[in-house]
């Protein structure tokens, strides 16, 4: 316990080891941040500030912020989807695409009902 005398340098000194083991971020000035994306390594260090509770977490979301903007971001592409089984480059050729496959005769009616009304669907 902080505040305890010891008698024994040596349990002094497992004590505080142990301490430091199980509060390592009272005793550094930095925290180390570390990632493998796609096979690269990437990492950051920041500075710690003791006074702000939040401080590792805006440090990580800055961190996680630049491997996105780096590795992602970057790289989206737009595509369009025609509802059934087409991507495009484009929302005209999605929807071309779709009207073509549903005028077509492309579906395999498993199911036909007819209700009270004599109505087929």
Request: proline residues 1%.
């Given at each position: 316990?902080?505040?305890?005398?010891?008698?024994?340098?040596?349990?002094?000194?497992?004590?505080?080891?142990?301490?430091?083991?199980?509060?390592?971020?009272?005793?550094?000035?930095?925290?180390?941040?570390?990632?493998?994306?796609?096979?690269?390594?990437?990492?950051?260090?920041?500075?710690v500030n003791i006074d702000d509770p939040s401080d590792g977490q805006k440090n990580l979301d800055k961190f996680v912020k630049k491997v996105f903007d780096k590795y992602f971001a970057t790289?989206?592409?737009?595509?369009?989807?025609?509802?059934?089984?087409?991507?495009?480059?484009?929302?005209?050729?999605?929807?071309?695409?779709?009207?073509?496959?549903?005028?077509?005769?492309?579906?395999?009616?498993?199911?036909?009902?007819?209700?009270?009304?004599?109505?087929?669907?």
């Open positions: 316990m902080l505040g305890n005398l010891f008698t024994e340098r040596e349990k002094a000194i497992k004590y505080l080891k142990e301490y430091i083991i199980k509060n390592p971020s009272i005793f550094i000035n930095t925290r180390y941040f570390y990632i493998n994306v796609m096979g690269k390594n990437e990492t950051d260090i920041f500075a790289f989206g592409l737009d595509l369009y989807f025609d509802e059934i089984d087409g991507w495009f480059n484009n929302s005209i050729d999605a929807v071309k695409s779709m009207q073509e496959k549903i005028t077509n005769d492309q579906f395999i009616i498993k199911y036909k009902f007819r209700d009270i009304k004599g109505i087929e669907w």
